[in-house]
T-cell receptor, first 111, second 115 residues
Framework: SQQGEEDPQALSIQEGENATMNCSYKTSINNLQWYRQNSGRGLVHLILIRSNEREKHSGRLRVTLDTSKKSSSLLITASRAADTASYFCATDTTGRRALTFGSGTRLQVQP | NAGVTQTPKFRVLKTGQSMTLLCAQDMNHEYMYWYRQDPGMGLRLIHYSVGEGTTAKGEVPDGYNVSRLKKQNFLLGLESAAPSQTSVYFC??????????????FGNGTRLTVT
């Protein structure tokens, strides 16, 4: 079963609006990472948040982590048509040497 | 700097045929991974390697073999392809030790269809 599960599975918004995606996971983590995938391409790393951090910013991205609820959220502010992509969370856990990915959120930003 | 390169980009196989997918990275990364991506299921780990000459099984290893003879290359083999192996295959690498919280670097994938 997937360690990370994203919600919603699909999201359609207008340019300029904010987009929020959520990720829930099951076991304790070292860090949680968010990746972006454009259609037909590989995944690209966006941001990493460590287990002892609660919030992190990078440009228009804001990530929060609540380890007590085993959940994270990715907020993209002032979205652009170019943000249209799939977004995946991935968890990095102690003892595992590989990241475990969720099933992703497909974001469509309408111009 | 090419990063992670996968060949081929596309391939069509008949059931029972064999093939090898090649992944090459030029970042001197220790760790390399093979994932498959199927619609609605995210990425699932097939096999991975923590260094030259080492390999280990992931979540869905059956039907696949791997080799890491050189640090920069990680090969994924299908000995007898089955329609269930129709998927997009991604190679990834990461550097540093695991405590460094390093991200994965991905190739652009190999789209494989087995008929």
């Amino acid at each position: 079963s997937q360690q990370g599960e994203e919600d919603p599975q699909a999201l359609s918004i207008q340019e300029g609006e904010n987009a929020t995606m959520n990720c829930s996971y099951k076991t304790s983590i070292n860090n949680l990472q968010w990746y972006r995938q454009n259609s037909g391409r590989g995944l690209v790393h966006l941001i990493l948040i460590r287990s002892n951090e609660r919030e992190k910013h990078s440009g228009r991205l804001r990530v929060t982590l609540d380890t007590s609820k085993k959940s994270s959220s990715l907020l993209i502010t002032a979205s652009r048509a170019a943000d249209t992509a799939s977004y995946f969370c991935a968890t990095d856990t102690t003892g595992r040497r590989a990241l475990t990915f969720g099933s992703g959120t497909r974001l469509q930003v309408q111009p | 700097n090419a990063g992670v390169t996968q060949t081929p980009k596309f391939r069509v196989l008949k059931t029972g045929q064999s093939m090898t997918l090649l992944c090459a990275q030029d970042m001197n990364h220790e760790y390399m991974y093979w994932y498959r991506q199927d619609p609605g299921m995210g990425l699932r780990l097939i096999h991975y390697s923590v260094g030259e000459g080492t390999t280990a099984k992931g979540e869905v290893p059956d039907g696949y073999n791997v080799s890491r003879l050189k640090k920069q290359n990680f090969l994924l083999g299908l000995e007898s392809a089955a329609p269930s192996q129709t998927s997009v295959y991604f190679c990834a690498s990461r550097g540093g030790d695991l405590s460094a919280n390093s991200p994965l670097h991905f190739g652009n994938g190999t789209r494989l269809t087995v008929t």
